[in-house]
């Protein structure tokens, strides 16, 4: 095997149709390469071959895919004011979706948070352990603070039940929180404020992030505070705002109501 026949695998991938009759996405094509590759350095490793014919091949440029749903703010303020905090679960819960709002962390960073990572006072939570096991401090608004803090010292001593738990946001069990109650709760509040997208926690941090670039906030501020390795990650959200201005012209501006041009 030579460095020729990887590149005419890779010309036969990249002009091979699907069973659609469409061409294959550069994710799918990355993927097969990504197979011959791994085979070419088992047979180095193991001795068939004396050097990896793999070894420089280059993969296709993924494009940076807008988030599918993100939330306005009339439908974040009606999503937020659902659970009914009158009740310890209810002042639970809306502390949750108040802290994956402001904050835009991760779904296991949320449930990862120990109440010695939140300061509440300064306005800050630590996450230990981020993806790629990147550790960050990121701000929290003052009304995610009023509901940690009163969470944490009126509702959650009463839901450890003795057990002693060390996560910030518990079950009914005095348990840490599963990922499936959390997305359970999302659900359950998204259809009690008659909300028609799907709503997950990650469409929390897509919010935050949208609503955070809208008001002109530092797209690198906005990297930090999503804990994005890179910052043409995080310049997705830009493009959403491109988009808006677009949607506006094209409803708002004058020549684009004529009819007849």
């Known amino acids: 095997m030579r460095s020729k ?4 695998y890779q010309k036969e991938v990249f002009y091979h149709l699907n069973p659609k009759g469409r061409q294959n996405l550069p994710q799918t094509r990355n993927n097969y390469l990504k197979v011959v590759k791994s085979f070419c350095d088992f047979l180095k490793t193991e001795g068939y071959i ?16 807008l988030p599918r749903t993100v939330l306005t703010v009339r439908e974040i303020k009606k999503l937020l004011k659902a ?17 994956l709002y402001s904050t835009g962390i ?9 109440p010695n990572d939140i300061d509440y006072e300064k306005g800050f939570l630590k996450v230990e352990r981020g993806k790629g096991g990147r550790g960050r401090v990121v701000p929290i ?14 509702v959650r001593i009463d839901l450890c039940r003795g057990k ?19 997305k359970h709760l999302i659900n359950k509040y998204t259809r009690k404020a008659r909300l028609k997208k799907r709503v997950s926690p990650h469409v929390f941090r897509h919010t935050c992030a949208t609503h955070l670039v809208r008001s002109k906030a530092n797209i690198r501020c906005v990297q930090e505070i999503l ?12 493009q959403i705002t491109i988009t808006d201005l677009k949607e506006a012209h094209a409803c708002c501006h004058p020549r684009e109501k004529e009819k007849n041009y």
């Not at 004396?50 to 440029?61: E, G, Q, T, V």
């Not at 608004?141 to 010292?153: F, L, V």
């Not at 002693?164 to 599963?178: A, P, V």
């Not at 990650?233 to 830009?238: L, N």
Request: proline fraction near 5%.
């Open 227 to 238: 804990g994005h390795k890179s910052l043409d990650t995080t310049q997705k959200y830009t």
């Open 5 to 8: 026949h990887i590149l005419y």
């Open 106 to 114: 991760r779904r296991a960073e949320l449930l990862d948070l120990k």
């Open 83 to 99: 659970p009914d905090i009158h009740t310890p679960l209810g002042y639970r819960d809306r502390t949750i979706l108040e802290v």
């Open 141 to 154: 608004g003052k009304i995610a603070c009023r509901y940690i803090e009163n969470y944490i010292k009126l």
């Open 164 to 182: 002693g738990s060390d996560h910030l946001f518990l079950s009914l069990r005095g348990n840490r929180l599963s990922e499936p109650a959390l």
């Open 50 to 65: 004396a050097r990896n014919p793999a070894k420089d091949i280059s993969y296709a440029r993924t494009p940076q895919l």
